[in-house]
């Protein structure tokens, strides 16, 4: 597939406003490895590969496993993996990701109650609901993975 079009060159004043929230997301309470096993799961449940190959390279920098990596898309059958809070926040990731389905669950939300304020609980929606916007903004466009 080729490259469709730059949202950066083409509006440019869409692309500043998505900048924004992810400058926003540089400064919320999630650690570098929380972002980005959200980042990457929700990008593989988009299937885009632009965004799985810098998170996971971004992941490895921030001292994540490959082991992890590997293994994220099962982690409802690794979760000796993953800590509870991990877990927590891939569940809303799915959840949040595939909204159509059923949304953020009441379960879920609870679950998410345990473990984080509602400040944190608002950070993480934030956050998910921005990779997902990548995502569809790079899976629209085939932005093309670097060689």
Known sequence: ??????????DSAA???MLGLEGYLQ????NHIQKELIKIRASQINKCAF??????????????????????????????FFTEEEQV????TEEITLISDKGLTEETF?????????????????????????????VSTHLEVPK
């Open 1 to 10: 597939m080729s490259a469709r079009l730059n949202i950066a060159n083409v």
């Open 15 to 17: 692309y500043k406003a």
């Open 27 to 30: 400064t919320i309470s999630l």
């Open 51 to 80: 965004c799985l190959d810098m998170h996971t390279k971004d992941a490895l920098k921030y001292g994540e496993t490959t082991q992890r990596i590997f293994i994220l898309n099962g982690w409802r059958e690794a979760k000796d």
């Open 89 to 92: 926040l891939l569940a809303m």
């Open 110 to 138: 609870q679950k998410a109650k345990q473990y984080f304020d509602d400040a944190k609980i608002a950070q993480i929606i934030m956050a998910i609901v921005t990779i997902n916007a990548w995502n569809r903004i790079a």
